[in-house]
């Protein structure tokens, strides 16, 4: 995959603010915040979405879910968030480095939009 914004942000060449890092993973705030509550949580991997993942990624998917519950129980939210991954340009997707949307703050509409 070429690389992404994302890649940069990684890399500490473009700001942003972290609210989580280790080794396997970041998270930071979206620039264009959809809730009060907006967080990108990404692998340092670079995949560019889900459907590129292949079974050595098995391992990192399952832990990008495992942390945005740990980050929406340090941000006060475990109770009631919303987890976005877009996946194609068709679905909303305009960065091409998998991530995880993490959505809480406000009441959110079934079926999403
Ligand atoms: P998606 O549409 O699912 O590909 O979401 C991409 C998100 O990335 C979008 O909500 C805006 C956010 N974003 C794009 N560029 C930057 C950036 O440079 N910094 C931060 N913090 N967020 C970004």
Not at 24 to 31: G, M, S
Not at 78 to 93: C, S, T, W
Request: net charge negative; charged share 25%.
């Amino acid at each position: 995959m070429s690389e992404t914004i994302f890649s940069k942000i990684i890399r500490k060449e473009i700001p942003a603010e972290i609210v989580y890092e280790d080794d396997q993973c970041l998270a930071f705030k979206d620039v264009n915040p959809q809730a009060p509550i907006h967080v990108l949580i990404i692998p340092k991997k670079e995949i560019a979405k889900v459907a590129d993942a292949s079974s050595d990624d098995q391992n990192i998917l399952g832990y990008l879910l495992l942390k945005a519950g740990e980050i929406a129980q340090d941000l006060g939210v475990k109770d009631a968030f919303r987890l976005v991954i877009n996946n194609g340009e068709n679905a909303g997707q305009t960065v091409f480095h998998l991530h995880v949307h993490l959505l809480a703050g406000r009441s959110f509409n079934w079926p999403p939009g």
